[in-house]
């Protein structure tokens, strides 16, 4: 054997793993010493048993191996370490005194990978630890790359699995996609949280639609997440991967994990777009506690899969919403239908109440109309918990400074956070005692007039979106039709109550003239008649005056006579039209014949 001072060839920036296993410990230390002096690792075994534990521990570029030792031999560790994954690749070289060609043959067939007589060189030594080495590299990457490409293989078979199984949901709608799909990935991939977000119509929040895994904090679903911060965040808006191997470390990262137990012991997290056709939908999150638990296939994978994945919600939102315009067109229907159905405003309103509640949740509808030229707002209908507080109010236009809004720009309005938006301290106290939290203000529009505010009330913060105004939208010019239709209609049926009050009370002129002309013509009758009697009463009641001037009921009687003479004398004279409004204007009991007569006549 050479001297150990020998100078080696081999490079010091090709640190080695050594192992050398042999019972003459002499024999070991001078190989470490030899290989330690220029930066490899030798570590030494005294036989068979303890050298394949320590392989066992550790993985070693080159194993040297004596070939007779106690308790195991060389030929039965080789045998044995070749049956392990771990070492099935790493260089065997036998250091042996054996020359003869069966016991060589021997070794190769076990396993060996060279074997060098003794004595040896130590340069000869480096030289075949240095190309067993760069066999031992190269089959131990071409291993890893079969690995990987099998584990892609692998992976590329689940995703297509995935895939087929997610397209296949058509009639399905996000919600239940999302769900199905982190299930599979969880169970086929084996991660510890997925979790599918999907991006608000407001491009400035994502909802959490599904989670699953060992920790996937489930709670947590239906919540919103802003994306000016965060992994998530950031692949949202960006559209493009984040691979995170340990978040302690990362500018990103926000401890809102879905990992509510242990969102502290997160390490690596990885995140994914949703694409469809250049359009970000949302993107596929996956944490894991331990560090760096992704790879690059890993990123690769969840790329293919969320490419058909984005496709499928995206045809599950058309799917969904073509359902939504079915069911809203039925519904919109319905509501014409019972539009029409009637032409008393309380009925129309009541009705359009209780059809609009099918597709938009509320707790309270009310109808006002804006008064521009007194600045008020007067509720003309309502239907809430709390009527007592809307019915026929009417308030300050300054009180609501929305209603103005919306009559000025003819423009819907979703409020929502109702307290507080009123200038009066007493209408907002009115505001909470009514439990109005939320709104959605809509102008009832016929063509460019203004017939009305509709009002939708909520007693929970947030409950309207542009989705209600959508729904509601279409309606609103039909039912402001309706609105007209029925005032049309009641000024219309007031206009015929007017004509026939005035038809009757020409009826009653009619009757009233009828009776006064037979009443005038039995007057000129009565007057011809009476005419001359009452002449000669009168001449004689004159006579008994004379007569007997001391007597006061000849005087009376004398005097009612004249008063009855002149009436006679008048109606005569009078035209017919005269006539009329003369004995229309004389009491009853003008004239009274009931003389008083004394005992002596």
Not at 429 to 437: D, E, I, M, N, T
Not at 464 to 472: A, C, G, P, S
Not at 565 to 570: I, K, Q, S
Request: negative net charge; aromatic residues 6%.
């Amino acid at each position: 054997m050479a001297n150990p001072s020998d100078s080696p060839s081999m490079s010091q920036d090709e640190a080695l793993q050594i192992l050398s296993i042999d019972d003459q410990t002499e024999v070991s230390k001078a190989i470490q010493q030899y290989f330690e002096a220029y930066g490899h690792s030798v570590d030494i075994a005294s036989d068979g048993v303890e050298g394949l534990e320590m392989a066992s521990r550790t993985s070693y570029d080159v194993i040297l191996l004596d070939l007779l030792m106690p308790e195991m031999d060389g030929m039965e560790f080789c045998q044995r370490i070749r049956s392990n994954a771990q070492n099935a690749e790493v260089g065997i070289i036998v250091l042996t005194a054996e020359h003869d060609m069966d016991t060589q043959l021997t070794l190769l067939r076990a396993g060996v990978n060279d074997y060098l007589t003794k004595p040896f060189s130590f340069q000869e030594l480096e030289l075949r630890v240095a190309l067993q080495a760069r066999i031992t590299s190269h089959r131990r990457a071409l291993q890893q790359s079969l690995r990987g490409e099998q584990r892609k293989a692998s992976h590329l078979e689940i995703v297509a699995e995935v895939a087929r199984h997610v397209t296949g949901l058509i009639d399905h709608n996000q919600t239940q996609v999302c769900e199905t799909t982190v299930r599979m990935v969880v169970d086929r991939f084996g991660y510890e949280v997925v979790a599918i977000f999907i991006i608000e119509h407001d491009r400035e929040h994502a909802v959490l639609y599904a989670t699953e895994g060992a920790f996937a904090h489930k709670k947590a679903i239906g919540h919103l997440y802003p994306l000016d911060k965060g992994v998530m965040g950031f692949v949202c808006r960006s559209g493009q991967s984040y691979q995170v191997d340990d978040v302690r470390s990362d500018p990103y990262w926000v401890d809102n994990s879905l990992d509510q137990k242990n969102s502290h012991q997160i390490r690596s997290v990885i995140s994914v777009p949703l694409k469809f056709a250049d359009k970000t939908l949302g993107c596929m999150h996956i944490e894991s506690t331990r560090i760096a638990a992704f790879e690059e296939s890993d990123r690769l994978m969840l790329e293919t899969l969320t490419g058909h994945l984005a496709v499928t919600l995206d045809n599950a939102r058309l799917y969904q919403a073509m359902n939504n315009r079915t069911t809203d067109l039925g519904v919109h229907t319905g509501i014409l239908e019972a539009l029409n159905a009637t032409r008393d405003l309380d009925v129309l309103f009541k009705t359009f109440a209780l059809q609009i509640s099918h597709i938009v949740s509320y707790t309270g509808f009310g109808v006002s109309r804006y008064d521009a030229e007194q600045q008020t707002v007067t509720y003309i209908y309502v239907d809430t918990p709390d009527e007592a507080f809307y019915s026929g109010a009417t308030f300050a236009a300054s009180d609501s400074p929305y209603t103005l809004e919306v009559c000025q720009h003819g423009e819907a309005i979703i409020i929502p956070e109702v307290i507080g938006k009123s200038r009066s301290p007493d209408f907002r106290s009115r505001l909470q005692q009514a439990g109005v939290r939320s709104a959605l203000l809509a102008p009832i529009k016929y063509h460019d007039e203004i017939l009305g505010i509709l009002i939708l009330s909520h007693k929970d913060v947030g409950n309207f979106n542009e989705q209600d105004v959508k729904r509601i939208q279409p309606l609103l010019p039909h039912f402001a039709l309706a609105i007209k239709q029925a005032e049309e209609y009641q000024a219309l049926q007031q206009a015929y109550a007017d004509l026939q009050t005035a038809q009757e009370n020409i009826l009653q002129s009619e009757r009233k003239k009828t009776a006064l002309d037979t009443a005038l013509q039995t007057g000129l009758t009565l007057s011809h008649e009476i005419n001359n009697p009452l002449t000669a009463i009168i001449g004689f009641a004159e006579l008994l005056n004379r007569e007997h001037p001391d007597n006061s009921e000849y005087q009376i009687i004398l005097e009612a006579g004249q008063r009855i003479a002149e009436v006679v004398r008048r109606l005569r004279q009078l035209k017919s039209v005269e006539l009329k409004s003369y004995v229309s204007d004389i009491p009853i009991q003008m004239i009274d014949l009931d003389i008083p007569v004394g005992k002596e006549k």
